[in-house]
Nanobody, 119 residues
Framework: VQLQASGGGLVQPGGSLRLSCVAS????????VGWYRQAPGKQRELVAS???????KHSDFEKGRFSISRDNAKNTVYLQMRRLKPEDTAAYYCSTGLNGSASSLPGVWGKGTLVTVSS
C-alpha cells in the first residue's frame, strides 16, 4: 500500500483547507485510516481516525474544527479543516491501519503535506 497526501498550503488564520490522501491497492475499505500531524520540534500526534466501519474519533485539541471522512470507492480519506489557527501549522500525514480497527493505527505512512497558517 502506498499513500499520497495532498491539499496542504498557506492559509490565513480562520481559513479552511481540505486534505486528501489516496491509497493504492484494493484493500483500502478494510483498513482504518488516520490523520496525524507533526509541528517543528514536536512529536507526531493523532488528529483524527476512522475505522473501516466509519466510526470516527477526533482529538480534543481541534475542538470540532476538523472532520475526517473517507470515500472507499476512490480509496481516499479526507481531512476538512476549518477555523485554522497558527498553531495548526504542521506537516500532516495520513496512515492506514493494519486492519479495520483504529487501534491498528498507525500502520502504513504516507508522505506528509505541509499546512502553514499565517497572515
Amino acid at each position: 500500500v502506498q499513500l499520497q497526501a495532498s491539499g496542504g498550503g498557506l492559509v490565513q488564520p480562520g481559513g479552511s483547507l481540505r486534505l486528501s490522501c489516496v491509497a493504492s491497492g484494493n484493500s483500502f475499505s478494510t483498513k482504518a485510516v488516520g490523520w496525524y500531524r507533526q509541528a517543528p520540534g514536536k512529536q507526531r500526534e493523532l488528529v483524527a481516525s476512522m475505522t473501516s466501519a466509519g466510526l470516527w474519533k477526533h482529538s480534543d485539541f481541534e475542538k470540532g474544527r476538523f472532520s475526517i471522512s473517507r470515500d472507499n470507492a476512490k480509496n481516499t480519506v479526507y481531512l476538512q479543516m476549518r477555523r485554522l489557527k497558527p498553531e495548526d501549522t504542521a506537516a500532516y500525514y495520513c496512515s492506514t491501519g493494519l486492519n479495520g480497527s483504529a487501534s491498528s493505527l498507525p500502520g502504513v505512512w504516507g508522505k506528509g503535506t505541509l499546512v502553514t497558517v499565517s497572515s
